[in-house]
């Protein structure tokens, strides 16, 4: 049963800003795909509920060859999805999202809505992250731009203050012979990951690795980087062995919490598997781009 | 009718009939209703003055009620009323009726709880979102008691008495034996038999229908009640209504036109129908009580999760010598129909194959867990995936082929199952012949992927009244307007199963009508007679042969003005078909039908056409008059470094006797393969402490679109002499094979056993590293 | 907390109703206007028992405010047929059998006609149509049968009328 709450019906982004301010007791809503379920459960009861799913304003997709992605955070997944330029130039993004739950929740499900809502088994932040993503936050007093990754604090919790609303994510061009792979586990096609694993792998001409960022979903209370990981692909050939020893740094330091879907132990299991899986990948397809 | 016989390889014998309706694709005779949004379930129902009705449940698995303060929830505004089990009087009932200490279920306790998740107290109010406000201000004092959640845990001498009286908390024991098993066992030793033994651990499983649990009450003040329920059984839902409340069963009249799924949960008295009644009838104004989908899964019942243990005998060239198993099954905190699983569960664990020597000892443990009772394959899935899993891996330690050791023990036409059953109609050779066909066809599968096979065998008819009924088990009553229209009454009961298509099939071939010609009229007490239901596989083969008695019955009437009205001689034989009345010799010396009927109702002084039909099992053995057969073969192919399965294709070769809805009966094959697959390697119930752990869709997984593989059918045409047109059971027994058979493929692919469902990643993994460290050992 | 006049069209007709803003979508199309095709089956969003097509998208109704959807265009199972006459897909499960008790049967046939007009004159594969029902739960056919179906009419078995 949802409690009761006054509807704020912003026209512009100006104007949620200011009703965002002015009232205390406030919830965002935009595609309550995630927030009406929690509100149903009686575990979020605000008096306010700010509706943002209509500001168009927030709702776009741009690119530009210097400037990289723009994502406005309205944005539906299915947007995300479907966009010829984010298929053309950033093809884990939307095959990404073609597993993020059902086409009914891409279809009314917001970009902006699932990174404020943090929850750590999310499937866009580890590629979004690993795609190197900024983010655009503001309010009332302005607004501020951060890496993504320093964009979570802990389960459901991120850096958004009192008052501010996400805008915007940034992806930049990715460097030459770049490829990001990400895949998560789970026993239903599009069912929330078990654990998943973003491998983004730079190449240098000789084919060895100039540059890797790995990140790890649902296993700690943010997204995890494995930095120790991609220190020790650099400068390093294709070699399996060492995809295996990579994996085993994931397993290590991986943080997973046990729960009727797995234990603790095959949580940083299948962590180890994908990041070697995907760090192949992702050499692999390094290998064939620009 | 003229009936030619011939004798078929596998069968007992074959009409070569051709039929105009049986085995034709028709539609649905409820198609558009469902496809345009028409159909009203219970789900749907809104009446004039309607309140809304919500239970408050039990926190704790086992406490004692010290004391129920409803005073702070009749003041909410809003509120008309609460009972508790002081307005009921704790009036204990169950659906083994016959035996009164199995009917042990007060649906609001009086003395203590048994399980989290039990109704307490019910509301009503004229919201829904009032009536659950209310349930906050309900005080419930209790005085929580040890619990105990495992059976093999409450059967120990010290463990909580869970029912005053009963021994240990053994809810009910079956024994099934045929043969001297020690003897054989020692005699197999003896002779360099090979004797294996295993245990294996089965889970539970939900019945996840679609529309949760509802009811909707209207008690009049003239002393009459109509409840319309999401049931498998209007008359039982009406007969157990009746006594719970004092009332006649002629007073209460329960509706259920549209089922949102059954599959063997929705038969028994739940608290929606309970409460809304009580409700009702202390307030006389319609009252509407829909489950939540949590509720539905913390406080319904589950498929009963068994422990079994097996030992079985074989010889060195493959032949089954004896088997010894016994079974422990966490019943819950109630019997429901679980005593049923029990006896079923021991009984098909000893099919498809000749037993010389066969012992079952079966223990139903009363548990302070959600009560458990019948699902889909009634207690038979547990049981084939212990015993197809450990044949394959007796074959495969003997070094012989599953197929050929499958063979030289199955059942076969007009077998014996010694003291228990008798088999007429038996298509299992054919079907194991088929699947190793297709199976070989296929050839290497390459690395980590498999076929794994199962066979088995179910009822067709489930032969049991524990519920006491003083009428048939199938009853059908035709009547033949003046246009030829015609309106079948049926007891039996339309869960999305599709009998009402199958019976108006079977109206239709019987009276040579056509099927848009026969309105079927069910699930309502008032109007159809009593029938005991959509369980136990019974609907086609009883209810099948009541409608085909009820129209033969119809026919003959007509045929007799139709013999007067042509002048024949005595010696001809009349039919009808396809709304033609003829000479079966002459076809084309007849009349139209609508012109018979018209004539035939004038001469019986303006009375329609009447006809009468019923089916109560006589001389049927002990559990079903007729058995369905199957072997599946489940292609799989399994990650070795994470465990996920992905099954590839599902395909069983399956004797049902003659199909009547080729298309329901492929609605049937598929259904129960996801339903089946999910319980192999999906769905669970995890509890901690009695409390379920994923009571929802989210963390209770079903197979959905994408996981749902490829699935194909071998039909094995049998005849089947008892049923109606030659028909057997199809649907419930396609539950039973695949968790086995997936078991199967597993072990082909990886050499490793699985021995506790479901077959989740994690114990695979688990699994393989044993088999790693052991051959390290080695 | 005020209730608040929405107006949206629902199967092309106009409605106004008077609402609680936390009333959800489907109880404004049940409740309210009595479209009882359109079912719910769980609290979790998860079975799409539920689901509707919001200018022309699906999505389920669940999961939406009532009064996220002002002025837009909601379809729900009753708006499929036009005139008594079935809409290509209604047909094709008619045909495959592709519903048994049929509670899911509206939810499903919403989001086999969301992904048809949304593949119209392109080749779907069985996979493409897997994934678009996956949000459907089905307990009583195993899907297949549906799949024959969205692929019978994706592949132009069923002309509009
Ligand atoms: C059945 C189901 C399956 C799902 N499966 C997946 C999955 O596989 N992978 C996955 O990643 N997600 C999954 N999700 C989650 C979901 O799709 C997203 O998290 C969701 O789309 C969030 O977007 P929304 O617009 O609906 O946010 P809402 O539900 O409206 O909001 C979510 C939270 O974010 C806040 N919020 C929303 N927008 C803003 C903003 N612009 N600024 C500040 N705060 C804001 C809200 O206050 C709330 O706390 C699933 C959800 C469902 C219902
Ligand atoms: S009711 Fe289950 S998804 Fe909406
Ligand atoms: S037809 Fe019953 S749930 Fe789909």
């Not at chain 2, 794994?452 to 009853?475: A, K, R, T, V």
């Not at chain 2, 390697?681 to 209770?700: F, I, Q, R, S, T």
Request: charged share 25%; aromatic share 8%.
């Amino acid at each position: 049963m949802i409690n009761d709450f006054n509807y704020l019906k912003p026209g512009s982004v100006k104007e949620a800003f200011e009703m965002y301010a002015e009232h205390d007791d406030c919830k965002v809503i935009c595609g309550g795909q995630s927030l009406l379920i929690v509100m149903r459960q009686g575990m979020v009861a605000p008096e306010y509920l700010l509706d943002i799913k209509g500001l168009d304003e927030l709702r776009y997709i741009k690119y530009d060859e210097k400037d990289g992605l723009r994502i406005g955070a309205t944005t539906t997944h299915r947007e995300i999805e479907k966009s010829p330029i984010i298929q053309e130039k950033y093809p884990v993004l939307s095959l990404m999202e073609t597993k993020l739950a059902s086409i009914q929740t891409r279809n009314w499900g917001t970009i902006g809505g699932n990174l404020a809502h943090a929850d750590p088994a999310g499937d866009p932040a580890p590629v979004l992250i690993a795609l190197n993503a900024n983010i655009k936050v503001g309010g009332k007093n302005g607004e501020r731009t951060m890496p993504l990754e320093d964009f979570f604090k802990d389960y459901f919790e991120t850096a958004l203050e009192k008052g501010e609303l996400v805008l915007e994510v940034h992806v930049p061009v990715p460097p030459a012979k770049t490829s990001v792979a990400y895949q998560k586990f789970n026993l239903l096609d599009s069912d929330m990951g078990i654990v998943a694993v973003a491998a983004s792998i730079t190449l240098n001409g000789d084919d060895t690795c100039k540059d890797a960022r790995i990140v790890l979903g649902n296993a700690a209370p943010i997204p995890k980087r494995v930095k120790n990981a991609e220190e020790l692909l650099k400068g390093k050939k294709f070699d399996e062995k060492l995809f295996e020893e990579v994996g085993r740094i994931s397993y290590e330091e991986s943080e997973p919490v046990a729960d009727i879907h797995a234990s603790e132990e095959h949580r940083r299991h299948l962590l180890s598997v994908l990041t070697k899986r995907m760090i192949k990948k992702a050499w692999e397809q390094a290998r064939a781009v620009a | 009718m003229s009936t030619e016989i011939k004798e078929l390889k596998y069968s007992t014998f074959k009409t070569n009939i051709k039929y105009s309706v049986i085995n034709t694709k028709v539609h649905n005779v409820d198609g558009i209703a469902k496809v345009t949004g028409r159909a009203q379930y219970t789900f749907d129902i809104k009446l004039p003055g309607m309140l809304y009705g919500k239970i408050l449940r039990s926190p704790h698995p086992h406490a004692r009620i010290i004391n129920i303060d409803t005073t702070r929830a009749m003041e909410l505004p809003g509120v008309k009323a609460v009972v508790t089990g002081k307005d009921t009087l704790g009036i204990k009932q169950g659906i083994w009726r016959r035996y009164e200490e199995l009917c042990d279920e007060q649906i609001l306790p009086l003395e203590k709880v048994r399980y989290i998740g039990e109704p307490v107290a019910a509301v009503a109010a004229v919201t829904e979102e009032i009536a659950e406000q209310a349930l906050d201000l309900i005080d419930v004092e209790y005085e929580v008691l040890p619990a105990v959640f495992e059976p093999l845990d409450a059967i120990k001498k010290d463990a909580p008495v869970i029912h005053e009286g009963v021994e240990r908390n053994v809810n009910v024991t079956r024994h099934i034996e045929w043969g001297d098993v020690d003897e054989a066992f020692a005699e197999a030793e003896k002779n360099g038999g090979y004797i294996r033994e295993d245990w294996f651990r089965c889970s539970g499983q939900h019945h996840m229908c679609m529309e949760t649990r509802a009811a909707v009450s209207s008690y009049t003040p003239e002393g009459k009640l109509t409840v319309w329920a999401s049931t498998q059984s209007a008359y039982y839902t009406q007969a157990l209504i009746a006594g719970v409340l004092g009332m006649r069963e002629g007073d209460v009249r329960v509706i259920a036109t549209y089922v949102g799924g059954g599959f063997g949960g929705k038969f028994e008295l739940d608290a929606a129908m309970f409460c809304s009644a009580v409700l009702s009838k202390k307030l006389c104004k319609p009252v509407k009580i829909v489950f939540t989908r949590e509720e539905d899964m913390i406080a319904s019942k589950r498929r009963t999760p068994m422990y079994y243990y097996v030992r079985t005998a074989m010889s060195r060239d493959g032949q089954l010598l004896a088997r010894e198993s016994r079974m422990f099954s966490n019943g819950g905190a109630y019997t429901g129909m679980g005593a049923t699983a029990l006896y079923l569960s021991g009984f098909f664990h000893s099919f498809p194959y000749k037993w010389k020597a066969y012992r079952y000892d079966g223990y139903r443990v009363y548990t302070n867990t959600m009560p458990s009772t019948s699902m889909r394959g009634f207690g038979a899935p547990q049981a084939m995936f212990c015993s197809e899993q450990q044949i394959e891996w007796m074959c495969a330690d003997l070094g012989l082929d599953p197929y050929e050791v499958r063979r030289k023990n199955a059942h076969t036409e007009c077998y014996e199952v010694p003291g228990q059953a008798f088999i007429q109609s038996c298509g299992m050779t054919e079907c194991i012949d088929k699947i190793e066909q297709w199976a070989k066809s296929k050839g290497d599968l390459g690395p980590n992927r498999a076929i794994g096979i199962s066979s088995c065998g179910f009822m067709s008819g489930g032969i049991f009244n524990w519920f006491d009924s003083p009428y048939s088990f199938s009853s059908a009553v035709v009547t033949i307007n003046i246009d030829g229209t015609v309106e079948l009454h049926v007891g039996c009961q339309d869960i999305g199963q599709g009998s009402n298509t199958t019976m108006a099939i079977i109206a239709a071939e019987t009276l040579g009508v056509k099927v848009e010609d026969i309105k079927v009229h069910s699930g309502d007490t008032d109007h159809c007679p009593a029938d005991l239901g959509a369980w136990g596989s019974r609907q086609t083969l009883m209810a099948g042969n009541a409608v085909k008695m009820a129209c033969e019955d119809a026919k003959r009437q007509l045929l007799e003005f139709a013999y007067a009205e042509m002048g024949l001689n005595i010696v001809y034989d009349l039919d009808i078909k396809d709304r033609w009345v003829h000479v079966i010799a002459r076809p084309e010396r007849g009349m139209k039908y609508e012109d018979l009927v018209r004539k035939a109702i004038r001469a019986k002084d303006g009375q329609r056409i009447v006809g009468r039909g019923y089916y109560t099992p006589h001389r049927k053995g002990m559990i079903s008059p007729a058995y369905s057969y199957m072997m599946q073969a489940v292609d799989a192919e399994i990650d070795p470094e994470t465990g996920k399965i992905k099954v590839h294709e599902i395909m069983t070769a399956h004797d049902c006797g003659q199909p009547i809805n080729p298309l329901g009966l492929v609605g049937q094959l598929e259904g129960a393969a996801s339903m089946a697959l999910g319980y192999a390697y999906l769905e669970d119930l995890p509890m901690d402490e009695g409390k379920l752990l994923n009571p929802n869709l989210v963390d209770y997984k079903v197979i959905r679109a994408p996981e749902m593989p490829k699935t194909g059918m071998i039909d094995i045409e049998t005849y089947e002499a008892e049923g109606p047109y030659g028909a057997k059971e199809a649907g419930e027994g396609l539950t039973n094979p695949t968790a086995a058979a997936l078991g199967n493929a597993i072990f082909h692919a990886l050499g490793i056993q699985m021995k506790e469902l479901p077959l989740t990643p994690e114990r695979i993994l688990r699994a393989l590293r044993e088999k790693k460290e052991k051959e390290a050992n080695k | 907390m005020e209730k608040r006049a929405l107006k949206l069209s629902v199967n092309g007709q106009e409605y106004e109703v008077f609402i609680h803003p936390k009333t959800l979508l489907v109880e404004v199309i049940r409740d309210h206007l009595g479209f009882t095709g359109t079912k719910r089956g769980c609290e979790t969003v998860s079975c799409g028992a539920c689901t509707v097509l919001v200018n022309g998208a699906s999505v389920k109704s669940c999961s939406v405010l009532a009064v996220q959807v002002e002025g837009m265009e909601v379809t729900t199972v009753e708006g499929l047929e036009q005139d008594g006459k079935l809409s290509p897909i209604q047909k094709a499960f008619l045909d495959n059998g592709s519903y048994q008790c049929g509670f899911c049967t509206p939810g499903m046939l919403m989001s086999a006609t969301a992904f048809l007009k949304e593949n119209e004159g392109r080749e779907v594969t069985e996979h493409e149509i897997r994934e678009g029902i996956e949000g459907n739960i089905c307990r009583c056919t195993g899907y297949n049968s549906i799949v024959r179906a969205i692929d019978a009419v994706a592949k132009g078995t069923y002309k509009e009328e």
